[in-house]
């Protein structure tokens, strides 16, 4: 009995336990009833003289004793063989979501870390954050950029008026995706964008902790212009690429704001103060094709590798007295040329693909008609040799060769 309660523990197939249990009890019954038969029927002769007659002999007792074992200990094996299975799909199936969860967290990470910059995103992250919590900081010296596109709206109205509203749409998320694209490079990592408001681009410098990792405190505030300028030569490859014209209109100025997180279903990050006013009065107020900067922002950057020219007294709103402003000329032509090399030797711009795209498209097209005109100028040439003397036979199939 023992060996045939040991089989329901080895990790077999059923149907090799179930075969291994009929030779085990077939054995026992063989055993029984011929090895040991004369000491059965002793005991049957001794119970019937001390006892009475019995209607079932004990070697047929036994035997379907062990039958009945047989078939106890095979329903079990097989219940257990059912619940290993399920817990080993349990065990598969939980491992499976815990590894789902992980990725959603990390996706979740990553979704957040685009939606808020990433220290601010890390700070939403901590386990120990109380839920009510509103985040907020003051900083002292921040860089904000406001920098627009003026006559996007008149491409806009035009392709509204010729139904082509969704590629103007598709046009201006090509650019901001390639303003976007050159925040990923290590020289603007200190960079945040804020948002876009139509064809309006706003990013601010000095609000991530990197800043005070900097000997000099106005560092940032010089990326933000290097940003400003790799702006301009972006948008200028997109016009190559485009057909237009487009001008970027920038305004710049720095000072203390204060930076938050507001809402509950989408939140957003945002600065605020009189520092984000004036750098949309410099916006606004610009021209096209410049960047306008306050006298304080020139003092910080010309003395930092960059050239201004004086505008003139402007009326700013919000302000008591006229504002000296200055538009910049350039900066150094060796870092300036050395940002254009870093920036055409990087990715492919999604303006370079599409282009690239409609020119693939283009030239299909053209090698189709021109394959159908050089198809019809062989027959042309062919029937014309057809009449002509022997003695034009090569110069015409030259004629031809050469067409084709």
Partial sequence: MAMLTCTMFIRLHHLIKLLMLVAMGTAYSILIQLVFKTLFEKYDEYYQNNEGERTVGIKETCVLLIAIFVLALYYHGRTLD???RLDFL??????QELDDMGDLREHNKHLLRNILPKHVAEHFLEKDRQNEEL?????ERVGVMFASIPNFSEFYSQSDFENQGVECLRLLNEIIADFDELLSEERFRGIEKVKTIGSTYMASSGLTPEKSQSNDEWDHLVALMDFALAMTDTLEECNKHSFNHFKLRIGIYQGPVIA???GAKKPQYDIWGNTVNVASRMDSTGEMGRIQVTEDTYQILSRRGFTFEFRGL??????KNKVKTYFL???SRAIRSQSTIRRMSGQHTLAAI????????????YKENGAKEIDEDTNMRKSAYS???PSGEHSSIREVDHAQ
């Fill in 82 to 84: 059912s619940t290993a």
């Fill in 90 to 95: 349990w065990k598969l199936q939980a491992k």
């Fill in 135 to 139: 985040y907020s900081e003051s900083h």
């Fill in 260 to 262: 938050g997180v507001i």
């Fill in 314 to 319: 402007i009326y700013v709103k919000g302000l």
């Fill in 329 to 331: 000329k350039g900066r």
């Fill in 354 to 365: 599409v282009y690239g795209l409609v020119k693939n498209k283009q030239v299909q097209r």
């Fill in 387 to 389: 009449v002509r003397k």
